[in-house]
């Protein structure tokens, strides 16, 4: 079966057998995204988290066959180390991580809050950002998160004015 | 960190530390002169680092375009180390932070650590044989340049990888373009830390671009042309015995490969990974299984009193008996490791030569394990260390290399594998569950008389292929289990810390900070005990006790640190109460105070101040990063997690099941204080992770007046 | 599929020959349809086939008293704090959607179905007994104002509801237990107990 998308811009299709083969399979091991990362294949840690549409999915649980004619973002799309994503540049500031492997699946969580909330209190966090994290940096990251929002606003405010 | 072209214009230190020392340019053979010279070097330092002996290694490279690639043979999981070293070596090899580029020393290659990365120690066993090494380095590459420039070594001016005589200049990489043959001088002294640009520095992580922006640098992400993938049939049930394999259904699955049928495991190659899983799945594996175990089996067999005493500690007399006797008794439950790469391997075997990729704190071991079953040269096989998507000692075993080489020699391809969630969780290497007692009697003046610890663990070090085995019998004790074990309040004329060891019926090993976490719960939970006995605050009754040598001034410094830093009180104030607790870990002492509230009947805690002397902090940001994760870490352990023995299976198999601290039960406040004790670095990733345990409990006990004796805390 | 069952209901109705009365049970109004040949046991039985399956876990795991969806054939708590949010499919950013999508997914373990969300909070039937949840149904002021017509047709045909046959694997490839009663015979029951005037037995 042919499935088409656009993934970070750039319009691809796949071959497979098996449509329910879940998304994150097909970016890692036919596409060779390698960001977004396995971490339980069973939507229980958030490492795999991509944009679909805009909208938070984590790829472990999304049958490749959904993902025909959407818009798909990972970790390699979000932003560059020329032009970084907010979120990326406020963990960058903050140093966030550590092993580093559950981070690109909490950045585009991150970053689809910030779509959905710009400005976040500490309990839209808690309640969204429910990935997991084991050598628990979350204490960075949640001043990363309201450094994201505050760098957001700020160039958002740029463009329109 | 960019993907940089090795220039075949590079020159190597080959430093065989430990027994025999090699220094070569290029391609040129090394000469005896100064293998007996660097073993000279090596073995006049005072060298915790234990690097194998036989084998080539390689330290630094300069490339082309004056890089300075530093090969380390300690791997990076997160703690930093990366980052550490090239601070150290920037500093002595007057070269920019930012032409320092670390990669993972591989085993045909590199510098071999004999034993691991682990136990905290890759910063402070390194911190002096590797300033040595890129000092010398240093010179030699003055010297070099000085024969170029025609001017004296000494009047020439090094700085960011340029050497400058007068208005001539030349790069380190000029320097060493067309050397053919060098002196290797004397290792020169080395500078005084004041004078360092880049130690003692809060520089960001050097790894930080690439874990930011998504980079394929992790053991799972490793690939190879005409990859293959495997996967494994894993038994389910405590000592499953492997009986018979039926593959029929498995073989006529789409995409696979080959069945791979070993005398102990039964694997698939096939063309994806789903593909394989989807195969092993299909193959019924008969397995022979003894006893259903269950949790109550292995509470039962983990009693003080069972197994195996070992007096670790012993000063004066012991608690005896009498009514006057203050008693307590604590557990700690069976811990995953839960890192979040799971287990993989990438191997190739091609003939007699075997490559392989991996997340492991085991290098030399990985190699031995994969040459001894493949019946190769050790020299043959080459393993290429990635990035750790975590460690924490879950990567303290490998037997998965081994695997994925069996199966590339079977389809003659490249052989990628990874453990599923539930292969991860019930093959783990569990931290093993302990149980506690405790005794004290008191002074008169509410000072301690006598104290006394026995504590039991399984194994942790014990039949580990870590250490040999002899170890066990010349220790008598579980050298991982003792961790945090002994009393380290030393003032205390009588003292007793007694280890028990227990064999359990499923693997367990070395989980971050090993007793440390359990122990110190144990310990520091039971001085709180005695301190409201004693109608006495816990701070200063703990530094009443500590003693005046250099380890108690040290503990005693970061006890005040703390309970200052944080405003100690023993008062519940709005609702919060503070709770205490410090340990000493591998030298580094660390206190922390927690403040912790009740919210729907959960523990809450919104703060945690951390005092700690590491020594000196090579980047002290990261050592604050290393105390926050493991501050969140040990709460997690401490309040949440435990695994079970349901009817002969370990469980739960899954996050959320395995209850884990997320970002809404971490701090939102952590304050860290650096202390320096010492005039060097001590170690870091381990002890911030031993007081957070009882200071949590000990601070519930002001709020609810209810003393929690069991991990995971549990106020119901 | 629709028009068959359109063709059952009609013929039930023709079989039993309808007359409407009107009583009221609580807030709630309700038709009943009294006719020759209603047997309260019949009745009482296609009741109890219905109620066994409205009250299995695959239907309350998703009408909760605590705005908390709950899991698995235990019904706890939904890992990783999830909750009802503000539309019935989670929070903002980390929605039901985030994991759930329109069909199961076996390869995770993760169930999905069309329009996957809570029951509206005013269709809470965690903890009570099937005589409540079956008044809370009728009642078109927890029922999001459905007719008992449209109710019978949200039992019988919404793919959610169906979803309780087809619920998947769970996270260890292992099928999720279906309700009680198999779907056919549900269906046939649900309309017969509308056909027969949606009468609660008397609370025992």
């Known amino acids: 079966m042919k499935i088409s998308f656009t993934i970070n811009g750039t319009q691809r299709s796949v071959d497979i057998a098996d449509e329910n083969t879940p998304l994150l399979w097909v970016i890692r091991d036919m596409l060779d995204l390698k960001g977004t990362k396995f971490g339980c294949g069973k939507a229980a840690c958030g490492a795999c988290t991509i944009h679909v549409d805009g909208q938070a999915i984590r790829s472990c649980s999304y049958a490749v066959k959904f993902a025909q004619g959407k818009q798909i973002t990972t970790i390699e799309g979000l932003g560059s180390e020329d032009d970084p994503h907010p979120v990326q540049q406020a963990w960058i500031e903050e140093i966030v991580p550590q092993c580093g492997y559950c981070q690109p699946g909490f950045m585009m969580a991150t970053a689809a809050l910030l779509e959905q909330v710009p400005d976040p209190t500490d309990e839209d966090i808690d309640k969204n950002i429910v990935n997991v994290c084991r050598c628990a940096t979350y204490y960075r990251m949640r001043k990363a998160i309201h450094r994201a929002a505050e760098l957001k606003g700020r160039s958002s405010n740029t463009i329109n004015s | ?716 | 599929m629709k028009r068959q069952t359109i063709l059952l209901f009609t013929s039930a109705l023709l079989i039993v020959g309808v007359l409407a009365s009107n009583f009221t049970i609580g807030n709630a109004a309700y038709t009943t349809i009294s006719n020759a040949t209603f047997d309260a046991k019949v009745n009482e039985g296609n009741f109890n086939k219905m109620m066994d399956v409205l009250t299995h876990k695959r239907c309350v795991n998703c009408h909760p008293s605590d705005n908390i969806p709950k899991q698995g054939e235990d019904s706890h708590p939904h890992y990783f704090g999830m909750a009802r949010g503000e539309d019935n499919h989670g929070y903002k950013a980390t929605s039901c959607n985030t994991c759930h999508q329109s069909e199961n997914n076996n390869y995770s373990g993760v169930p999905g179905a069309p329009e996957w969300s809570l029951a509206p909070a005013s269709m809470m039937w965690e903890g009570l007994t099937r005589i409540e949840i079956a008044q809370s149904m009728m009642d078109p002021e927890r029922n999001g104002a459905r007719t008992p017509d449209e109710t019978m047709h949200h039992l019988t045909e919404h793919e959610l509801v169906l979803w309780a046959w087809e619920p998947g694997l769970n996270a260890e490839g292992v099928p999720r237990e279906k309700p009680p009663v198999p779907k056919d015979e549900y269906i046939k029951a649900v309309k017969q107990w509308f056909a027969d005037g949606a009468i609660i037995p008397e609370s025992k």
């Open chain 2, 1 to 716: 960190m960019g993907k940089k072209k090795i220039s075949r214009r590079k020159f190597l230190v080959r430093g065989g530390l430990g027994t025999i020392g090699m220094l070569a340019l290029g391609t040129y053979v090394l000469r005896n002169p100064i293998r007996r010279k660097l073993l000279d070097f090596v073995n006049s330092a005072d060298l915790p680092y234990q690097g194998s002996g036989m084998e080539p290694m390689v330290w630094f490279e300069v490339s082309k375009d004056n890089t300075i690639i530093l090969h380390s043979p300690k791997v990076e999981m997160g703690q930093g180390t990366f980052t550490s070293l090239a601070q150290m070596a920037a500093d002595e090899l007057e070269v920019n932070m930012n032409q320092i580029e670390v990669v993972h020393a591989a085993t045909t290659t590199g510098s071999i650590d004999a034993l691991s990365t682990g136990g905290s120690t890759s910063v402070s066993s390194l911190w002096q044989p590797l300033r040595e090494l890129a000092a010398t380095m240093r010179e030699m590459i003055k010297n070099e340049a000085a024969k170029k420039l025609g001017a004296e070594a000494n009047s020439l001016h090094l700085k960011d990888g340029v050497i400058s005589s007068g208005d001539k200049q030349l790069t380190y990489a000029e320097a060493v373009a067309d050397i053919t043959e060098w002196e290797v001088p004397d290792t020169p002294p080395l500078k005084e830390i004041k004078h360092y640009k880049y130690v003692g520095k809060p520089i960001p992580r050097i790894d930080l671009n690439a874990k930011v922006f998504g980079d394929p640098i992790f053991g799972i992400d490793a690939e190879m042309p005409n990859m293959l993938y495997g996967a494994v049939v894993r038994p389910t049930r405590i000592g499953s015995k492997f009986v018979s394999a039926d593959t029929v259904a498995a073989e006529n699955m789409p995409g696979v490969v080959k069945i791979v049928k070993e005398d102990d495991f039964v694997g698939v190659v096939a063309s994806s990974y789903i593909e394989a899983n989807n195969a092993k799945e299909a193959i019924e594996v008969t397995w022979e299984v003894e006893k259903d175990w269950q949790t109550s089996d292995i509470e039962a067999m983990m009693k003080v009193g069972n197994g195996n005493p070992m007096t670790i500690q012993k000063e004066g007399d012991e608690v005896g008996e009498g009514e006057n006797v203050i008693t307590a008794e604590f557990t700690s439950p069976i811990g995953a490791h839960a890192q979040m790469e799971p287990n993989g391997v990438l191997a190739s075997v091609e003939g007699h030569k075997a490559t392989i990729k991996i997340s492991t704190q085991v290098v030399g071991m990985t190699r031995k394990e994969v040459a001894t079953r493949l019946g190769l040269d050790e020299e043959d096989v080459n393993v290429i260390p990635t990035y750790l998507g975590g460690g924490f000692g879950r990567r303290l075993h490998t037997p998965h290399a081994v695997q994925a080489a069996v199966m590339s020699k079977a389809v003659r391809k490249p052989v990628k594998y990874y453990f599923t969630l539930k292969e991860e969780f019930q093959h783990d290497m569990f931290r093993p569950p302990t149980h506690h007692v405790l005794k004290a009697t008191l002074k008169e003046n509410g000072m301690i008389h006598a104290i006394e610890h026995h504590f039991s663990s399984g194994d942790v070090a014990i039949d580990s292929p870590l250490l040999p085995s002899v170890a066990h019998t010349i220790m008598g004790a579980d050298i991982g289990a003792i961790r945090g074990g002994f009393c380290q309040y030393r003032a205390i004329p009588n003292i007793r810390s007694v280890s028990w060891h227990v064999t359990l019926p499923f693997a367990t090993s070395w989980w971050r900070s090993l007793g440390l976490l359990a122990n110190t719960f144990a310990w520091e939970s039971f001085m709180d005990e005695l301190a409201l006995k004693a109608g006495k605050d816990p701070v200063t009754f703990r530094i009443a006790q500590a003693q005046d040598d250099k380890a108690g001034k040290r503990l005693k410094a970061v006890m005040e640190a703390a309970a200052e830093k944080a405003g100690y009180t023993d008062e519940v104030v709005n609702g919060r109460a503070m709770g205490f607790a410090a340990s000493t870990d591998a030298g580094t002492p660390c206190a922390q105070v927690a403040e912790v509230s009740i919210e729907d009947g959960q523990i809450k805690v919104h703060k945690v101040t951390c005092a700690m002397d590491p020594g000196v902090a090579v980047n002290p940001d990261q050592v604050r990063a290393q105390c926050e994760g493991a501050i969140i870490m040990g709460m997690s352990a401490a309040m949440h997690e435990q695994m079970f023995v349901e009817n002969g299976e370990l469980r739960p198999v899954i996050y959320g099941p395995y209850d884990m601290a997320l970002m809404k039960h971490a701090p939102k406040e952590i304050d860290v204080v650096l202390l320096q004790g010492i005039e060097k670095p001590g170690p870091v990733g381990e002890p911030p992770l031993g007081p957070i345990g009882a200071a949590v409990a000990n601070a519930v006990f002001r709020l609810t007046g209810k003393r929690l004796r069991n991990m995971p805390l549990n106020l119901a």
